[in-house]
């Protein structure tokens, strides 16, 4: 069995991944989604830009989510927050924190093997794919910690689906 980081940084795809039990990938080929099987635990991760407001949100662990399929193409995509999504797979959401809280990822950065070098402008770089493998050891931590504040994913889902309003196209002026 593999951990990983799943990660979002859009609200939108947070909210999809929540109602739905899914998380869909972008058409991109990347190893790690091939690579994905049924029973990988996934931390769900939301980034700093997620919630639409980086200087006051925070790359946050916020969940942990178990494979329940393989990853699998779409007969048609996904979209989701204007961007297409051609595969994915079927989610268990065990825990969740409840929202716009988790885990913050910043100051458990010096302890991550996923983290290799920590500078501060170097290691988000890591936070640009969907999922990024992590180690036994970082999966054992994270899920340590998230367990401190997390709750039974099915009680916070709706707090998320309620509080999560889509973007609104910005109309022009005259």
């Known amino acids: 069995m593999s951990s990983y980081l799943l990660i979002l940084g859009e609200r939108e795809a947070v909210a999809w991944v929540l109602r739905e039990s899914r998380m869909a990938f972008p058409p991109r080929s990347r190893r790690e989604v091939a690579k994905l099987k049924v029973g990988d635990d996934m931390l769900i991760v939301t980034t700093r830009g997620c919630w639409h407001d980086p200087k006051r949100d925070r790359t946050?662990?916020?969940?942990?989510?178990?494979?329940?399929?393989?990853?699998?193409?779409?007969?048609?995509?996904?979209?989701?927050?204007?961007?297409?999504?051609?595969?994915?797979?079927?989610?268990?959401?065990?825990?969740?924190?409840?929202?716009?809280?988790?885990i913050e990822l910043v100051p458990l950065i010096p302890q991550l093997d996923a983290f290799p070098d920590k500078r501060e402008g170097v290691w988000p770089i890591r936070l640009r794919r969907p999922l990024l493998e992590i180690s036994n050891a970082d999966a054992q931590l994270l899920r340590q910690e998230l367990t401190t504040i997390s709750r039974d994913a099915a009680t916070v889902i709706p707090e998320y689906l309620a509080s999560i309003r889509p973007i609104q196209p910005r109309t022009r002026r005259k």
Not at 69 to 90: H, L, M, N, Q
């Open 60 to 102: 946050r662990v916020i969940g942990l989510a178990e494979a329940t399929t393989s990853v699998v193409a779409y007969d048609e995509p996904v979209k989701i927050a204007g961007r297409d999504f051609t595969r994915g797979c079927e989610l268990n959401i065990e825990m969740l924190a409840p929202y716009l809280t988790g």
